[in-house]
């Protein structure tokens, strides 16, 4: 068994609202600062240490946790899931 660090992101589809991102943008403005900037996105990151024979299983197994624990809600959110050797 290898320990993996896997990183499961979680952010809203497009043309899903993100009034979080959009008040962030909206502050930059409103200071007149980065004005390069033109769009903030936001995303929740959850991180886990896990125990697995290979990086394909440790995947599996943390998709398999945050389906069964409707982390997210399909419809409106993608994820991407990460995998990295610990």
């Known amino acids: 068994m290898s ?3 896997v990183h499961v992101t979680i952010e809203n589809k497009p043309g899903i609202n993100d009034p979080e991102g ?15 900037v033109s769009k903030i ?7 886990f240490t ?3 024979k290979d990086k394909k299983t ?3 197994k943390v ?7 409707r982390i ?4 409106v959110s993608k994820v991407t899931i990460d995998v990295f050797d610990s």
């Open 72 to 75: 997210y809600n399909p419809m």
């Open 41 to 47: 996105k936001t995303a929740k990151m959850l991180k």
């Open 3 to 5: 320990t993996f660090d």
């Open 63 to 69: 998709q398999e946790i945050c389906d069964d624990l």
């Open 58 to 60: 440790a995947q599996s």
């Open 22 to 36: 959009d008040t962030i943008l909206n502050d930059l403005v409103l200071k007149g600062t980065h004005k390069t």
């Open 50 to 52: 896990i125990k697995e």
